[in-house]
């Protein structure tokens, strides 16, 4: 018999197969400390017709999907067989990945049960907050509502520095503790390597690549606007977008606007590890201009498959990232990445290997960390009296 060492809920506002790179985050914390022997559980809002196929516990609530077609809002309140199952369950420690519903969720649970709940601050969420109203006042509004939330729990941890120094903007004031993602080795199995040039049709041209959702704030539009500029000195390249998102259809007319209908391929969100890995590997170069990601999963993945990152200087993207080292920096407009791109393809090489040395962190490396800031915050909580 396998003795248990903590029961942990994992709570989440994704789960896949509609999931992001948080829901990544956590399906890996889940698998890793199942491992350990440890019942860790992924809690997040049901997804209709579909059936859990992981060797991990879970609990699905009550959802209702929202405009954007990917994330969906939980009800747990409403959902009385979920709360009867959950009620059973005695957790050690609960660890919030989300504000919102999910987050909420946990620190009911956390208060009923009285024990400690770590959150761990992982988007920009000023920014979706702003894109959505298009108001300065409602998007503060937004954040006083999730600091509010950070303030009521027992941690916080930020992915990097950079995403700390944000979460301080938003005027949180307690202790942050810094806890990096991490990702898995990949070593293809044999024929792997070109499983994506086989499935997408990939020829021997250039390829770029972008993984992520397909909207505008990730900086698509100077992504293809760099390449319309690169493609007036070159033409035998392929630029593949994998993802899915709510400004899709835009983003393809866009393409098609340009003119670079035929140099863009489209694959929609991938789901199957060993094919995304095997497209990271044929890349040339991961294109990631981003300044509303914080400590990106995919730019681990495209440095775990021996392939570069282009990045925007001094974005929280670009922490730990040495320009002509391990990835490459730009300045934010299509112009500088044009020129990024052109300037960056005789060394991309040997900077996609010293990525590979540098960057990625296994996650049964992290989960040590992980481990004991749990059962010091658990036992940190046994000794103070109700």
């Not at 809002?45 to 929202?66: A, E, V």
């Not at 972008?210 to 760099?226: L, R």
Request: aromatic share 10%; with cysteine.
């Amino acid at each position: 018999m396998v003795l248990v060492d903590m029961h942990i809920g994992q709570f989440c506002d994704v789960y896949p197969p509609e999931t992001d790179g948080v829901g990544m985050v956590v399906k890996s914390y889940t698998e890793e400390l199942t491992k350990l022997n440890h019942r860790c559980y992924y809690i997040s809002p049901k997804i209709p017709n579909y059936s859990d196929t992981h060797d991990f516990p879970t609990f699905h609530y009550m959802s209702i999907r929202l405009a954007n077609g990917i994330y969906r809002a939980g009800v747990p309140i409403i959902d009385i067989p979920y709360r009867k199952s959950i009620k059973k369950t005695s957790f050690d420690i609960i660890h919030a990945h989300s504000p919102f519903s999910a987050g909420r969720e946990a620190l009911r649970i956390a208060k009923k049960q009285n024990v400690p709940l770590v959150s761990t601050f992982h988007t920009k969420y000023y920014d979706d907050f702003y894109s959505k109203t298009h108001s300065k006042l409602l998007a503060k509004t937004g954040i006083r509502y999730i600091v509010d939330f950070y303030n009521d729990c027992d941690e916080i941890w930020a992915v990097n520095n950079s995403t700390s120094d944000v979460l301080r903007e938003y005027g949180y004031k307690k202790d942050i503790q810094i806890m990096p993602n991490g990702t898995n080795s990949w070593h293809p199995a044999p024929g792997g390597e070109n499983a994506a040039k086989e499935r997408f049709g990939l020829r021997n041209d250039r390829i770029f690549l972008f993984v992520g959702q397909q909207d505008w704030k990730k900086n698509i539009k100077h992504i293809i606007e760099a390449l319309k500029i690169y493609s007036s000195s070159e033409s035998d390249f392929k630029m593949v977008f994998a993802g899915k998102g709510s400004d899709e259809e835009e983003i393809k007319e866009f393409v098609n606007n340009l003119g670079l209908s035929s140099r863009c391929l489209f694959t929609g969100h991938i789901s199957d590890r060993e094919l995304l890995m095997s497209l990271y590997a044929q890349a040339d170069l991961f294109i990631f201009p981003s300044l509303y990601d914080n400590a990106p999963m995919v730019v681990r993945e495209a440095a775990a498959a021996g392939t570069p990152s282009l990045l925007l200087r001094n974005s929280c993207a670009a922490e730990g990232i040495t320009h002509d080292y391990n990835g490459f920096l730009c300045d934010n407009t299509p112009k500088s990445i044009a020129e990024c791109i052109s300037s960056s393809l005789p060394k991309a090489n040997q900077v996609g290997l010293n990525a590979q040395k540098t960057i990625p962190i296994s996650w049964s490396s992290i989960m040590i960390d992980v481990e004991s800031r749990y059962k010091n915050l658990i036992l940190k909580k046994k000794c103070v009296p109700l």
